[in-house]
């Protein structure tokens, strides 16, 4: 005779000693709603490790459509990645993970604006008791260009990340995560092509290389920038901007524009620096360029940033992520 198993039946027919179903008649009611065990409720003891904060807990990575109104006032639903968390006090075990994602879903119909994202957080810190929350959305924002002589157009999109932080105390603040990708021209690889023409008679092609520069934002209070806003400082600041539709009009004309505007990666930090401080609806920024070089095997890179007194630092090292 085999020996009964817990939750199968053994071969020689032996029922399992616990029987497992699921009932799909069985209705929650309140009483027994109010009777589920609940974690928060553990005793002190339950806590594993040390009894300290911790600073962020939540959760990353749950997706639902979002509505974004773009500056021309149009309604876009795009698919949207959002990351929530709170601070936990020392003498908490967790908190409700889901409690968080109830929270965001509330108020999902809702175009996403940075006093919507006000609402979620402070749906946080009433709902889960805690002293700080913090939630990033991050999604594709497609914008439609035109092209340089052609006329084509086509749709370029966009990583772009909304990011809010408020603490019990309700100082809140708003960032923006913008990537911008151009086309970098090496002024001195420009001058060393031009000088074996001019001296030797032969045929150099100047090396250039597919760049991407990453600005995060904070917006002054009270003020708003818009997407849109954010590319038009780029563009201004480095011109090169990669193509998406284009005929031999607008190859050769983009070579022309890559020639007017030749740039190391310093200067793509400094040009972009310009453009960014001289608008009064951002109060701080960091920016990271990196050219993917294809002269070297290793990539030339760059980081800026405002200068205000305890604000964004030029500690970016993650220089990985700006492969493009």
């Given at each position: 005779m085999k020996k009964p198993m817990y939750l199968h039946r053994t071969a020689g027919g032996a029922a399992p000693r616990i029987a497992r179903g699921y009932d799909r008649a069985f209705k929650v009611t309140p009483r027994y709603r109010s009777s589920l065990p609940d974690m928060m409720e553990a005793e002190h003891d339950a806590i594993h490790g040390v009894h300290v904060p911790i600073q962020q807990v939540g959760v990353h990575n749950f997706k639902l459509p979002l509505k974004f109104r773009t500056?021309?006032?149009?309604?876009?639903?795009?698919?949207?990645?959002?990351?929530?968390?709170?601070?936990?006090?020392?003498?908490?075990?967790?908190?409700?993970?889901?409690?968080?994602?109830?929270?965001?879903?509330?108020?999902?119909?809702?175009?996403?604006?940075?006093?919507?994202?006000?609402?979620?957080?402070?749906?946080?810190?009433?709902?889960?008791?805690?002293?700080?929350?913090?939630?990033?959305?991050?999604?594709?924002?497609?914008?439609?260009?035109?092209?340089?002589?052609?006329?084509?157009?086509?749709?370029?999109?966009?990583?772009?990340?909304?990011?809010?932080?408020?603490?019990?105390?309700?100082?809140?603040?708003?960032f923006i995560h913008f990537d911008f990708v151009y086309s970098s021209a090496c002024p001195c690889s420009a001058e060393l092509a031009e000088h074996a023409r001019d001296t030797r008679g032969v045929y150099p092609v100047p090396h250039s290389q597919r760049s991407k520069a990453r600005i995060v934002l904070e917006e002054a209070e009270g003020r708003r920038i818009w997407i849109e806003d954010v590319h038009a400082h780029c563009l201004r600041a480095l011109r090169t901007e990669t193509q998406v539709m284009v005929k031999r009009e607008d190859e050769q004309a983009f070579a022309e524009l890559n020639g007017a505007h030749l740039k190391f990666v310093e200067d793509a930090a400094r040009l972009l620096y310009r453009e960014f401080d001289s608008d009064r609806r951002i109060r701080d920024f960091q920016i990271a360029c990196s050219h993917l070089e294809s002269l070297h095997s290793h990539d030339a890179v760059s980081v800026i940033c405002k200068g205000v007194k305890g604000g964004f630092t030029a500690s970016f090292m993650d220089f990985g992520s700006l492969v493009c």
């Open positions: 500056k021309k006032r149009a309604v876009l639903t795009l698919e949207a990645s959002v990351t929530g968390t709170v601070s936990l006090e020392a003498d908490l075990k967790g908190i409700n993970m889901s409690r968080i994602v109830r929270s965001f879903y509330e108020h999902k119909d809702e175009p996403f604006t940075g006093e919507w994202m006000g609402k979620i957080l402070r749906a946080y810190l009433r709902n889960v008791k805690s002293k700080d929350a913090r939630l990033k959305v991050s999604f594709s924002y497609p914008m439609l260009h035109r092209s340089l002589r052609s006329e084509l157009e086509g749709y370029q999109f966009y990583p772009v990340a909304f990011e809010g932080v408020m603490t019990s105390a309700g100082d809140y603040r708003r």
